[in-house]
C-alpha cells in the first residue's frame, strides 16, 4: 500500500502523517514516541553516549523523566540550527558538551521515526518541511539524511507554504504566518506562490526513482518572505513562569514542570485546570491555574510587550515592500502555544478584521506538506499555458490575459474567476477567444524518470496561437458598454481539458451554463 509520508520536525514537536495513492492523509500514532493521547511526537532524544543504537525519543524521554535534564545526554531545539553554521541561530544552551551535532540529532530522531512506521503502509515517497531562513542548508542536510533511508522520492517544502496550504488558503495568498513553539517565537509575512495567471506552489522534488535531482535546474519555489522577526522565547519558558507561580518563586523541579505544562495545555480547551503533582518527598498536593491567572502571569513577564514589538517589526518591514494590513488575506497561527485562548484574544485583538485560520495549528504543516508533494493530489503540470484575448480599453488593443500558466499544476483545486463587461451599448454577444502559450519564452517542462519538472526560462511577453474556433455568448437582452455582464469559471479537469461555467449577471436565478472548451497541455 505505497504512499507518502511527510514529516514536520518541530523545534518541541515532531508531526508524521500519511497518505496513500487515492486516499485521504491520516495522522500517525507512532507507539512507543508518540504522546499516548494524540499524534504529536516531542521532538526529544536521551542518549546514553554517542553510540547508543537506540536513543529514548518523545514519549519515552518524558515518561522516563529526563525532558528537563541540563545535562548533555538530552537532546532538545536542535531543529532550529540544521544547516546554519555554528552559532547562526539563536540558542539558549550551551552547546560545546552535546555529544551529538544538531544535524545528527535531526537523523538520528526521523530515522526512529520511519522505522516506527507501521510495515503495511509501505511507504515509497518522503516529503519534510523547511523553515525559509535556513531552506538552503536544510536543503543540503535532507539530500544527506535521504541517502540513509530506503525511500525512491525524497520532496522538499517551505513550513509557511505548507501551513497556509493545508489550513486551506489559496495559493498567491499574502499570509501573516505566527509560529509559537516550545522554544522560539517567529512571525513571518510571506507571500505564497500562484495567483491569477501564475502557477500554483508545488512540493520540490529531491530525489526520484532513487536517483538524485540535485544537479537539475528545478527552481526553488518557496514562498516570498516580506517580513520577519523571532525570539528566543517559547512554551517552555511559560511552563518555568507557571511552575514557579505554582511553587511560590522558588526554583521549580522537572516533575513539576511536566504539571505546568498539563495545566497550560488543558487551558487550551477550558477555563479552569487542576492537576495532582507529587513532590520528591512523596507529598502530594492539588495544584489548580485558571485562564486569568495566567493572563496575568504573562503579562507580568511582558510577553504582550514582545509580541507587540515583533509584530510591528514584521509589519513595517511589510509596508516597506509595498503589503499594508489591508492586503493581508489571513493570520495562520501554528505551534502549540497558539492554541492558548490568551495568544487567540490578543491576535483577534490586534489584527481586527483580517481572518484567523487558527483549526489545525500543529498538525496543518504536515497536511499541507502531502497536499504540495507530486502524485498525491497533484497529477501532472501543464506543458503550455492558455490565454484568454480580453480588449484594452487603455491601449485600444486586444490583449492575451494568461488564464492558466506553463508549469501549473491540474486538475486545478479552484476555479480562476473573471467578470467580463461590455465593449459597446447594445452589444447582443461576447466572443471567447482562447489561446496557447509558446512555452519556448517562460518555461518548460522536462520529464524526469516520467515525473513532469519544471524549468523555468527568461520571462518575456508570450507568443500565443490562438484556437481554431472562438465560442460565442448570446446577451439577451444586449448589454451596455462597461457594465459588467458575465461571470466565468476556469478550470482544468481530470482528463487536462479547459472547462467553464458561464453565470449572466442579468439574470442571477438562471442555471450555469457549463462547457468544456478543449484539451490544455
Known amino acids: 500500500m505505497q504512499g507518502t509520508v511527510a514529516i514536520d520536525l518541530g523545534s518541541s514537536t515532531t508531526v508524521v502523517a500519511y497518505q496513500p495513492p487515492g486516499g485521504p492523509p491520516q495522522l500517525l500514532?507512532?507507539?512507543?514516541y508518540s504522546l499516548s493521547d494524540g499524534f504529536v511526537v516531542p521532538s526529544l532524544l536521551w542518549l546514553a553516549d554517542r553510540a547508543s543504537p537506540r536513543p529514548l525519543l518523545g514519549r519515552q524521554v518524558l515518561e522516563a523523566g529526563l525532558a528537563d535534564s541540563d545535562g548533555p545526554q538530552l537532546q532538545r531545539d536542535f531543529k532550529r540550527r540544521i544547516g546554519l553554521p555554528p552559532g547562526g541561530a539563536p540558542t539558549d544552551r550551551d552547546d560545546r558538551g552535546l555529544p551529538l551535532s544538531p544535524e545528527e540529532s535531526g537523523e538520528r530522531l526521523v530515522a526512529q521515526l520511519w522505522q516506527a512506521i507501521p510495515a503495511e503502509l509501505q511507504p515509497d515517497r518522503l516529503v519534510l518541511t523547511a523553515p525559509i531562513d535556513g531552506y538552503a542548508g536544510y536543503r543540503r542536510w535532507l539530500l544527506q539524511l535521504g541517502e540513509q533511508l530506503p525511500v525512491h522520492e525524497l520532496a522538499l517544502v517551505d513550513e509557511p507554504t505548507a501551513a497556509a496550504i493545508g489550513c486551506g488558503?489559496?495559493?498567491?495568498?499574502?499570509?501573516?504566518?505566527?509560529?509559537?513553539?516550545?522554544?522560539t517565537i517567529d512571525l513571518s509575512l510571506v507571500q505564497l506562490q500562484g495567483g491569477e495567471g501564475r502557477a500554483a506552489p508545488i512540493a520540490q522534488l529531491l530525489r526520484l526513482g532513487g536517483r538524485s535531482l540535485e544537479t537539475s535546474r528545478q527552481a526553488q519555489r518557496c514562498a516570498r518572505v516580506l517580513g520577519k522577526a523571532g525570539l528566543a522565547l517559547g512554551g517552555r519558558d511559560l511552563d518555568h513562569w507557571i511552575a514557579a507561580h505554582l511553587a511560590g518563586g522558588g526554583p521549580p523541579c522537572g516533575s513539576l514542570l511536566m504539571q505546568a505544562e498539563a495545566l497550560k495545555c488543558q487551558l487550551s480547551v477550558q477555563q479552569q485546570a487542576m492537576t495532582v503533582w507529587?513532590?520528591?518527598?512523596?507529598?502530594?498536593?492539588?495544584?489548580?491555574?485558571?485562564?486569568?491567572?495566567?493572563?496575568?502571569?504573562?503579562h507580568s513577564h511582558g510577553l504582550w510587550q514582545q509580541l507587540e514589538a515583533l509584530l510591528d517589526r514584521v509589519l513595517a518591514q511589510g509596508r516597506a515592500a509595498g503589503i499594508g494590513l489591508e492586503r493581508i488575506d489571513a493570520v495562520l497561527p501554528v505551534g502549540g502555544t497558539s492554541r492558548l485562548s490568551a495568544i487567540q484574544a490578543w491576535l483577534e485583538q490586534r489584527l481586527g478584521p483580517i481572518p484567523l485560520h487558527n483549526a489545525r495549528p500543529v498538525e496543518a504543516v504536515a497536511l499541507g506538506a502531502l497536499a504540495l508533494t507530486p502524485g498525491v493530489q497533484v497529477r501532472d503540470v501543464l506543458n503550455r499555458g492558455v490565454s484568454l484575448r480580453c480588449w484594452d480599453r487603455r491601449s485600444q488593443a486586444h490583449r492575451w490575459h494568461p488564464l492558466f500558466v506553463a508549469g501549473q499544476s491540474w486538475p486545478t483545486e479552484q476555479p480562476l474567476e473573471m467578470v467580463l463587461a461590455c465593449s459597446r451599448d447594445g452589444q447582443d454577444a461576447l466572443e471567447l477567444v482562447l489561446g496557447e502559450s509558446d512555452p519556448g519564452q517562460r518555461a518548460e517542462v522536462v520529464y524526469v524518470d516520467g515525473l513532469p519538472v519544471l524549468r523555468q526560462r527568461p520571462a518575456g511577453e508570450p507568443d500565443v496561437t490562438p484556437w481554431t474556433l472562438p465560442m460565442t455568448l448570446p446577451l439577451v437582452p444586449a448589454g451596455r458598454q462597461g457594465v459588467d455582464r458575465l461571470r466565468l469559471r476556469f478550470a482544468i479537469d481530470g482528463h487536462s481539458w479547459l472547462t467553464v461555467e458561464i453565470e449572466d449577471l442579468d439574470h442571477p436565478g438562471d442555471p450555469l451554463s457549463r462547457h468544456r472548451l478543449g484539451p490544455v497541455r
Do not use: C, F, K, Y
Open 29 to 32: 500514532q507512532l507507539d512507543p
Open 278 to 298: 507529587t513532590d520528591q518527598h512523596g507529598i502530594s498536593r492539588e495544584l489548580q491555574l485558571d485562564r486569568d491567572t495566567l493572563q496575568q502571569l504573562l
Open 169 to 183: 488558503l489559496a495559493p498567491g495568498s499574502t499570509v501573516l504566518v505566527v509560529d509559537l513553539g516550545g522554544g
